[in-house]
């Protein structure tokens, strides 16, 4: 069946970039997500890529993908305190209708 | 625009109790979502109604039921809260796959509950 991984937590320094990653199975996916869920909040959507791209910019976040790795990252250029929270990766396949799939979320923390 | 909206935020349960989780979306989507959110485990699917008049399981339907009224509205019911049924619940709706261009979907804000 269709599933999304990514690492469960990741620190760094304020300023420095994050990078994010994310692997996804189903091969038919057409669009892929990044969502933000900042504490004892919902979920906000920050970007999406469409699978026939390889890379979207938006302000500080760069989307890249490897469609024939089914690999998917979020970079997040000089980040800062309130760039703090658990980041989804999520996928739709074509062949599912309506059905998006989420990974278990990386949790990002900012050291001083 | 209120987007997607639900309620109750905070609920708390006695095992063996029953309650309704109530969402309601103004975006005129098609598909709505129940998803449950637990610690390390990411958003798991429980049901999806893909069009007003269908319903479908996803992951972890066992323990609820859900209903899909009309083409606003999507409620989660659980007939006989467990333990286990403690988590943030999330309802959420996207437009129909056929128009790729818009097909993201869109959250509320989260309802807490807690089964003692």
């Known amino acids: 069946g269709e599933d999304v991984e990514q690492s469960l937590f990741l620190s760094v320094r304020e300023g420095d970039s994050s990078v994010i990653n994310c692997t996804y199975t189903d091969s038919s996916s057409t669009y892929l997500y990044w969502y933000k869920q900042e504490p004892g909040a919902g979920l906000q959507l920050l970007t999406y890529i469409f699978s026939n791209m390889d890379m979207k910019q938006d302000q500080r976040l760069t989307v890249l993908l490897n469609k024939k790795d089914k690999h998917l990252s979020l970079r997040i250029a000089d980040t800062q305190t309130g760039d703090s929270a658990i980041y989804f990766c999520?996928?739709?396949?074509?062949?599912?209708?309506?059905?998006?799939?989420f990974g278990s979320g990386t949790r990002l923390s900012i050291r001083p | 625009n209120a987007g997607v909206t639900q309620t109750p935020k905070f609920q708390v349960l006695k095992t063996g109790q029953s309650m309704t989780l109530q969402c309601a979306q103004d975006m005129n989507h098609n598909s709505m979502y129940w998803y449950r959110q637990d610690p390390g485990m990411g958003l798991r699917l429980i049901y999806y109604s893909a069009s007003e008049g269908t319903t479908d399981k996803g992951e972890v339907p066992n323990g609820y039921n859900v209903s899909r009224l009309n083409k606003r509205e999507f409620s989660l019911r659980l007939e006989s809260a467990a333990p286990s049924q403690t988590s943030v619940y999330f309802c959420?709706?996207?437009?129909?796959?056929?128009?790729?261009?818009?097909?993201?979907?869109?959250f509320g804000e989260g309802s807490w509950l807690t089964v003692v």
């Open positions: 959420a709706s996207s437009e129909a796959l056929r128009d790729q261009r818009r097909n993201t979907i869109y």
């Open positions: 999520a996928e739709r396949g074509y062949s599912s209708a309506s059905k998006i799939i």
